[in-house]
């Protein structure tokens, strides 16, 4: 009986830890929207559905929140800086709070 226990502990932990979500900060560098993925400028390539490709473009700033499920960095969540009308950088996020973690954007080189 123990160790049946043990033996379902150690799978129902080793599932939970590859479902960990990740985080990658970086400027678009393409996106590829027939394959549903776009690739970083340090070639991190990320896959997302079209809801975030819709408005990503190259030279955005970006913070993706992904998990790795068979092989590929499927994004969760995706914040992206846009260029303002005078070439400020803005976002329609702001700064967000997001499981006790605060984005500055400012930060992202």
């Known amino acids: 009986m123990a160790k049946t226990l043990a033996i379902t502990l150690a799978l129902l932990l080793t599932l939970s830890m590859s479902a960990a979500a990740e985080t990658v900060k970086g400027t678009v560098q393409s996106v590829d929207r027939s394959s549903h993925s776009f690739v970083l400028e340090d070639g991190t390539q990320l896959s997302a559905s079209d809801s975030y490709l819709n408005e990503l ?7 993706a929140v992904y998990e790795v499920q068979g092989g590929q960095k499927i994004v969760t969540d995706l914040e992206r800086r846009a260029k303002g009308s005078e070439g400020s950088e803005t976002t329609n996020f702001g700064t967000r709070n997001r499981d006790n973690i605060t984005i500055n954007w400012d930060s992202i080189d």
């Open 57 to 63: 473009t190259p030279g955005q700033k970006v913070e």
